[in-house]
């Protein structure tokens, strides 16, 4: 995202917790790297975050040397992790008190998409804040939607996150059901994916599914905490998500067995062990 | 699917509960209309059924006056009804021993794929059998697949309704969710299908979310029937399947509201009210 955003001549003042990335970045395209937050707020009129999650989003941008430290008049900040709407609510209020603004920007679409400069990203905060920010997002994205007030980017990429984790449950339950039948895995994928059952997961993940081997993509640890940031929303919101509280549960069983970092799409491996069945059953060739 | 295969140049003598429905059609098509499922198993060589379930299937296969009182040394029982797994592997060695043989081959596709013969149909048994139907089935389909035995048809269509319940469950936590946060729901639809989270359902559906008007379509009653069907093949074959468990209780408490009748979409409605919100949450313009 970074490399993209200096291909379309932006100047960039570079922070990372790995410092050796940060100065791996400014020698091959040229921007500045700075000690902490705090630094780069300075020197910076928009400043962009990206990183695992709210605990890592509450220290950059409030933490001790964070950006809050050294935000200037009329800053705009832009956390594109995947976080807690409620954070990003909270924070953005807190820009406002500091004469900054704050837009929450999480985005889709994987490392491919941040390499290719394909993202989708799903934009929450300030009509004008958005239209300030969009020519950086469309250094990176393709796909650019302003979805309403801060946080609602959060809360409709935690949307997304329970759709991508019941559709993997789904398609996981629906393999381990017909291979213990004794159906061909191929054959399945090929009749699901011809009518109303098709999606996306099966496409993308074909490969995984059929071959058995998970790396990532997309990893269990950070789905499960996108869940848990969609419960966590369900329940400020008052919404009731009994599918993704199950889902939940299992990915926090693939994680129990050290499965952390495998692809997301394993979790046909714990619907295949809680039935146990090796192999998804016996029907591979 | 009848007045196909009456298109495609085949004598047919037809038999419904019905019998308006038998007389119509024989009258406009020219097919010759039966008492019973007996007097057509007498009178065919091939007999195809198509029932809303297993109960209906094992009255009309081996009930009173049912088809294997009547059925002809050599001839091909086609049940394309969505029924069990273990019913159809039964009835198929029952077919065998009267020196008959049987597949099982359900569809998908729904009524539109059925009057304009584009079904998916997915086909257990022989495979000289499926051959023998093959003409027939490319009557009424363009996605014919022999998936395996006897009773194979019936648990990839099993596997088929779990992932269209899953997802339909999703998308319905997602967009109650997201609308509880303000997002309207055009936009829900339009940044959700963009990625990984992308699915027929939501193409298929979206004017019935949208619009909240759930005609069917797949009705809420059938689909509930097809996840007691998945879950007792789960049962049989030692898979476990929680999250369809917890569908199926969904699909339940849609049926105790009186909304059997209504399209499976209108999941959406019984998320909407476990959390008490109306029109998803505030999210509506």
């Known amino acids: ?10 100047d960039l003042v570079l922070h990372n917790r790995t410092k ?38 509450e220290a950059v941008v409030s933490g001790g040397d964070g950006l809050l430290e050294g935000i200037r008049k ?60 969009r020519p950086l997002f469309e250094a990176m994205g393709n796909t650019i939607i302003h979805v309403g007030p801060d946080g609602t980017g959060q809360v409709v990429k935690a949307a997304n996150q329970i759709v991508v984790a019941l559709v993997m449950e789904a398609v996981a339950e629906a393999l381990v059901l017909g291979s213990g039948a004794g159906v061909v895995l191929e054959k399945m994928l090929d009749v699901l994916s ?45 919404v009731a998500l009994p599918a993704t509280a199950v889902v939940d549960q299992m990915f926090g069983a693939l994680i129990a067995r050290g499965r952390d970092g495998w692809d997301h799409s394993a979790l046909v491996t714990l619907v295949e062990e809680l039935s146990c069945r090796d192999n998804y059953g016996q029907g591979r060739e």
Do not use: W
């Open 1 to 10: 995202m970074a490399s993209n955003l200096m291909g379309a001549g932006y």
């Open 74 to 133: 009329g800053s705009l900040v832009i956390d594109m992790s995947t976080s807690s709407p409620t954070l990003a609510r909270r924070l953005a209020r807190t820009a406002r008190e500091r004469k900054a603004s704050m837009l929450d920007a999480p985005v889709s679409g994987g490392d491919v998409g941040a390499i290719e400069g394909t993202l989708s990203i799903m934009v929450g905060g300030e009509v004008k804040d958005f239209e300030r920010a």
């Open 194 to 238: 011809g009518g109303l059952a098709g999606n996306r997961v099966m496409e993308v993940k074909r490969e995984k599914y059929l071959s058995r081997r998970f790396e990532p993509g997309g990893q269990v640890k950070y789905h499960r905490k996108d869940l848990g940031i969609a419960l966590a929303a369900g329940r400020e919101y008052g």
């Open 20 to 57: 050796e990335k940060a100065d791996k970045l400014a020698a091959e395209g040229g921007g500045e790297v700075a000690e902490n937050p705090r630094e780069v707020a300075e020197k910076c009129d928009v400043v962009i975050t990206m990183v695992p999650g709210p605990t890592e989003v």
